[in-house]
């Protein structure tokens, strides 16, 4: 009986595969290798990513040092396991922090209208007339000296740049929404703002809001590693992709795998997500505003 059920499940499951859009299962691919390697470089790498002294410094490739080692002996391929992992915590937290702030006030926004609505906008196009760098540097500046370099305030600095821009997108989603039948039948029940919000705003948003997601998510590598590089990151020598460009890019010429490796690592994450946004907004039948 098991074997007769189980054959359509399985015919069902390739067929599903085979029609879901190619970029969406290469970036799929991508990421699950890059969530597997941070996984692996979270509890384990051949050296300390601190280590010095692992060999010979600038002694290029080797089996034991596959990315050669660093100006001070650091295994490069240790340090770039073990940034894996900061790279997406980072891009994770960051992304939920401004989806969370941005959606909420977004479809507020939106359903609410009126003079919260005006100041409300004011406020996020002023916020994204600033270039997405400029702004974080800001932000970095703003904090001082004693939150510079902690994760929390990477977080917080990507959650707030992306916010507005979420802002504006779900507050679209929400004004095209808030017109249908259903909000108009929680009115004359007598349901409360946060209650039609959340309730019936929110669920019929989600398509859009998942996509707008992905595509932030797509952005705060380069967002990070683009601190990381100006030295406005997380603190040495904890292993940023962004941080370990910028400290061997003067090596560029006598052992430019210290280089390549973290960099490859970025691009690569970076157009995974990308594929998968993609992918997924074809799935979803949404567009991603690449723009907003």
């Known amino acids: 009986m098991t074997s007769v059920t189980s054959t359509p499940s399985r015919r069902f499951n390739a067929a599903r ?3 879901t859009p190619g970029p969406f299962k290469v970036g799929a691919i991508i990421l699950a290798a ?6 692996v470089g979270a509890v384990w790498t051949p050296y300390g990513y601190a280590e010095m002294g692992a060999g010979l410094p600038l002694s290029g490739l080797s089996w034991g040092h596959p990315m050669g080692l660093d100006q001070i002996g650091r295994d490069v ?14 891009s994770f937290a960051g992304t939920i922090l401004g989806m969370v702030a941005g959606t909420t006030l977004g479809l507020l926004s939106g359903y609410v209208g009126g003079w919260f609505d005006a100041v409300t906008q004011r406020v996020v196009e002023a916020m994204i007339s600033i270039p997405f760098l400029a702004l974080a540097l800001v932000m970095i500046i703003a904090a001082g000296p004693a939150l510079a370099g902690a994760p929390v305030l990477i977080v917080f600095v990507v959650g707030l740049v992306y916010a507005p821009r979420i802002t504006r997108i779900a507050r679209a989603a929400a004004m095209e929404i808030a017109t249908r039948e259903y909000v108009a039948v929680a009115e004359l ?23 707008e997601f992905s595509l932030r998510l797509s952005y705060a590598p380069i967002l990070i590693g683009a601190l990381g590089f100006l030295g406005f990151g997380i603190r ?14 003067n090596l560029l010429i006598a052992s430019p795998v210290t280089v390549f490796g973290p960099g490859l690592g970025l691009a690569s994450l970076v157009i995974g997500f990308n594929l998968f946004t993609d992918g997924l907004s074809r799935m979803l039948g949404q567009r991603p505003v690449a723009g907003a």
């Open 34 to 39: 890059h969530a597997l390697f941070a996984i």
């Open 17 to 19: 595969w085979r029609a």
């Open 189 to 211: 029940r007598g349901e409360g703002t946060w209650s039609i919000v959340f309730r019936e705003i929110l669920p019929n948003a989600a398509n859009v809001l998942l996509v």
């Open 77 to 90: 391929f240790s340090r770039f396991m073990h940034g894996a992992h900061i790279v997406l915590l980072l």
């Open 236 to 249: 040495p020598p904890t292993p940023e992709w962004g941080l370990m460009i910028s400290e061997n890019r």
